[in-house]
């Protein structure tokens, strides 16, 4: 799997909104504090603007993310936020110059979608913070400071606390994964998750507790779950219901549906649509350890 160079002063970083819209102050704060860093910033047309549920239509956000992908004198590219509308355009996506002069490309939610088709093409990408994520203040300081980390070529070992339902182990593995909505909606399309020997990461976010259980159930059966070098589990935030009202918590729901694993499974991991959202590189190899007394994502 192709690993993109690290950024250094003066690379630029383009911003645009492939799929949901976002305000232009959002992206401002953003764009500011990456030229705090001594990157150039290019802020895409689709920022700022919307089309119905979308920032704008699909054949825009399709050239702007193509133009974005093939430009030379772009070294990075940060989704400004998720939503949905990239299944819309990806079919269309022409990965050739991309593959030949690799980037990386940060997002999360609906931008799983492309973090998959990257890594049908060999190529790694980041999930990680959005530019929502740059105006949260000190609270939100030390995921952004690991994003720059990670952008300048130091991918920071990711810790999670000890959870009393981990399943303890240690393995190696790629990671792979993302959002748990998008990874089911991938299944039986050509960019469907191979999580055969990797480490597998999920989260979600205003979800049912029957719908998560649904979607754990069909990765279940169409083999996501078997055979993985490890499960790592992140927020499953602003629940639509109450764990009561279902019968189980997510936490037992993917107890149930793991039971007899023999991979090392690690619970609330700080990769999340919360403020924890720790960056993590999709398609490289990582070590997870889950001990008693706290769990360890470390890229090798």
Not at 157 to 164: D, G, L, S, T
Not at 188 to 194: A, R, T, Y
């Amino acid at each position: 799997m192709i690993q993109p160079s690290k950024l250094a002063p003066g690379s630029t970083i383009g911003i645009l909104c492939p799929a949901g819209a976002i305000t232009m102050e959002k992206v401002t704060i953003c764009a500011q504090v990456l030229a705090s860093w001594g990157y150039q910033v290019r802020i895409g047309k689709t920022v700022g603007t919307q089309f119905g549920h979308f920032a704008a239509s699909d054949l825009d956000r399709q050239n702007e993310l193509q133009s974005m992908m093939d430009d030379p004198e772009i070294h990075a590219i940060l989704c400004a936020r998720g939503g949905y509308g990239l299944s819309r355009i990806v079919s269309q996506l022409d990965f050739t110059k991309i593959k030949a002069h690799p980037k990386w490309v940060i997002g999360f939610s609906d931008i799983t979608i492309l973090h998959a088709a990257l890594q049908k093409h060999g190529i790694q990408s980041i999930h990680g913070p959005m530019s929502a994520g740059f105006g949260k203040g000190d609270a939100g300081l030390p995921y952004i400071i690991a994003l720059k980390q990670m952008l300048e070529g130091a991918a920071m070992p990711v810790e999670a606390k000890a959870h009393q339902a981990n399943q303890l182990g240690q393995s190696e593995g790629m990671l792979v994964g993302g959002n748990l909505c998008l990874m089911t909606h991938l299944i039986g399309g050509k960019n469907q998750l191979d999580t055969k020997g990797k480490i597998l990461c999920i989260e979600d976010v205003g979800e049912y507790h029957y719908n998560v259980d649904r979607m754990l159930i069909q990765c279940k059966n169409a083999g996501l779950l078997d055979g993985l070098a490890g499960l790592v589990v992140g927020g499953f935030t602003d629940m639509k219901d109450d764990a009561t009202a279902f019968g189980e918590t997510v936490t037992e729901m993917i107890q149930r549906i793991t039971k007899g694993a023999n991979y090392p499974i690690s619970f609330d991991f700080p990769i999340s649509h919360d403020l924890n959202n720790m960056p993590v590189q999709l398609g490289a190899t990582y070590q997870l350890a889950v001990t008693e007394n706290a769990a360890v994502l470390t890229k090798i």
